[in-house]
């Protein structure tokens, strides 16, 4: 597993198309740090990819960074992992309160493998396409 350090946090690549997003405490994203992962993500990984966000943390987006997350070029799935309801609301209410260009494959689950095993599965329903 490849660790970077961005300025938001941290992106672990688990496998060429498939990687681990942990937001640091405390943060506010803002569109230029989207953009920044996006830039990142088109560069190390093999589209189509799919994202795992531990929201191991607390953080939250500013409006426009709202708007812009999940319109990454090659996005495949996201599983985000909420270790409570609160957690879960907020992130079931980010994917579909805000109006999209592009629909996300998004799921919450309540531990790490279970989210595993479902973006494996979806990158491997890609590959049978």
């Not at 990984?45 to 090659?74: D, H, I, W």
Request: aromatic share 10%; glycine share 4%.
């Amino acid at each position: 597993m490849d660790t970077h350090q961005l300025s938001f946090g941290t992106i672990n690549i688990l496998r060429k198309d498939l990687a681990e997003v942990i937001i640091d405490d405390g943060i506010e994203v803002c569109l230029e740090q989207v953009n920044e992962a996006d830039e990142f993500l088109a560069h190390y990984l093999q589209a189509p990819f799919s994202l795992l966000f531990n929201k191991k943390n607390k953080y939250s987006f500013e409006f426009n960074a709202q708007l812009k997350l999940g319109t990454v070029t090659g996005l495949n799935a996201v599983a985000v992992i909420c270790y409570n309801k609160t957690t879960n609301t907020l992130t079931k209410a980010l994917s579909s309160g805000i109006p999209r260009s592009v629909e996300w494959n998004m799921k919450t689950f309540s531990n790490r493998i279970d989210a595993l095993v479902w973006l494996e599965g979806e990158q491997q329903s890609i590959v049978r396409e």
